[in-house]
């Protein structure tokens, strides 16, 4: 993956440490593209969901880093009352102690039980979308809502507000008698992935050490201040014998994390895990499965307000994630900028805008809809440069695909001809994304035209 750029992580401010008392159910499972663990916990200890999913460094073996690159697996804590003292953990995932016949059937009880009122739910910038999702056989859309968020609780993928925020989460949830149990999204430039081998080691314990060693070389921020998780992508045997393993490496801010459970909390929510919002996007728009390399790799690009998050899979693993600075609030600026106005209040002519031909507007002239067509145009054509600079950076990688397609996501993907107006900057195939054709869809849940913007919360409800 890229470097990581330890200017991100400068200048922040100092946050309060969550709650001791928050107290969340933590599904043992990885949350990754197209990967399950074994078990899942009861309850979680206190100690334990201060990471709510992401295990603290100190009990991990060692997780994944990048700089903007974000997406990968977040993993969750094993109960410890299950758990032996002197038991090796790794990222949730305890060693097996009672029969596999009774642990599966354990396990397929609890599914069953959370499929039902588990909720996908993204906190953006400038909305709240949750989606309550049943993985019974397919998945099936039950209720997906979205309201909007008060601008500044949530700024870049990090909450500002902690308290704000939950009392929102609060009226949110009881307004629409959405079940409390959530799975949380969460994506920003300061968790990082990345991707390296490591060979010669076979026995699982010496792989996490070895990880974890290596993680200490690339991360730019104490390892006391992060939490971390990895996955194997691939593994090959070379001609002398020695064992290669892939891996895919994650790191947070362990206050980032902290942030969003102090707002749960208060908002009287159990967050059940914490995914990467990457591998919720692709989730939302192809299931796992092994992809021809002829047809080369799937991007997804997720549109928020004021971020965009991109994710490239090869068909099982996401390989490349990233979260770029650049969301439809980036046209708003630049509407304001031609009309000299403040970008908030041009929200109702940039949905008016075409990038295909000319529109009335009322209350513009002729002149001001050029202007404001011809400005929106540089800043998509900005946007053009970031993401071919991205796929580019992802070819660069030994082993990646040709790109196949990129398919595009959340509400400013639906003004019209914005696919197509990327299309010809990117020169590769390019269309809009439908999350809503991964889901059997129930009859409560309405079809207002910007369904791309549920995406993500429709990823995290989906179990593969």
Not at 26 to 39: F, M
Not at 104 to 116: M, Q
Not at 298 to 307: C, N, Q, S, T
């Amino acid at each position: 993956m890229d470097e990581l750029r330890p200017d991100h992580f400068e200048d922040e401010t100092e946050v309060d440490p969550v709650d001791a008392s928050i107290d969340a159910d933590v599904i043992d499972r990885l949350a990754a593209y197209g990967q399950a663990a074994d078990l899942e916990p009861e309850r979680a200890s206190e100690h334990e969901v201060e990471a709510v999913g992401l295990q603290p460094v100190e009990e991990l073996a060692v997780e994944q880093t990048g700089s903007d690159h974000a997406d990968p697996a977040l993993s969750s804590f094993a109960p410890a009352d299950h758990v032996a003292e002197d038991e090796p953990r790794r990222f949730g995932r305890r060693r097996a102690t009672e029969p596999r016949q009774g642990r599966e059937r354990r396990t397929s009880e609890k599914k069953e039980k959370r499929a039902k009122k588990l909720v996908g739910l993204k906190i953006g910038a400038s909305q709240i979308a949750a989606a309550q999702v049943v993985n019974n056989g397919a998945p099936e859309l039950v209720e997906a809502f979205r309201e909007p968020l008060e601008p500044g609780l949530v700024v870049s993928g990090e909450i500002r507000d902690p308290d704000a925020l939950g009392d929102a989460l609060k009226r949110f949830f009881e307004l629409h008698k959405l079940p409390k149990r959530v799975r949380l999204g969460v994506s920003n430039n300061r968790i990082g992935v990345r991707i390296f081998e490591i060979g010669g080691v076979a026995d699982e314990q010496q792989l996490e050490n070895a990880i974890r060693f290596r993680a200490e070389e690339v991360l730019p921020i104490p390892l006391d201040e992060a939490v971390l998780d990895y996955v194997v992508l691939d593994e090959q045997e070379r001609e002398d014998g020695t064992v290669w393993k892939r891996i895919l490496l994650v790191v947070a801010y362990r206050e980032v994390v902290d942030r969003y459970l102090q707002a749960c909390h208060r908002a009287g929510l159990q967050v059940v895990g914490i995914d990467l919002e990457a591998f919720a996007l692709l989730r939302s728009l192809e299931a796992p499965a092994v992809r021809d390399e002829a047809s080369g790799a799937l991007v997804a690009v997720a549109i928020g307000h004021d971020r965009t998050t991109i994710a490239v899979s090869t068909g099982l693993h996401c390989e490349f994630a990233r979260v770029l600075d650049w969301g439809g609030w980036s046209l708003n600026v630049a509407i304001a900028r031609e009309l000299d106005r403040a970008p908030s209040e041009v929200e109702s002519i940039k949905r008016h805008l075409s990038f295909v031909h000319g529109t009335e507007i009322d209350g513009l002239d002729i002149d001001q809809v050029t202007k404001s067509r011809d400005g929106i145009q540089r800043a998509l054509a900005a946007f053009a440069r970031e993401l071919i600079a991205s796929l580019q950076f992802y070819q660069a990688q030994p082993g990646a695909l040709g790109i196949g397609e990129v398919v595009l996501t959340g509400g400013t993907a639906h003004m019209e001809g914005f696919v197509d107006a990327v299309g010809e900057l990117v020169g590769v195939p390019v269309r809009l994304g439908d999350p809503f054709r991964r889901v059997k869809v129930g009859p409560n849940v309405g079809h207002d035209g910007q369904h791309g913007s549920l995406a993500i919360a429709i990823g995290l409800g989906i179990e593969d």
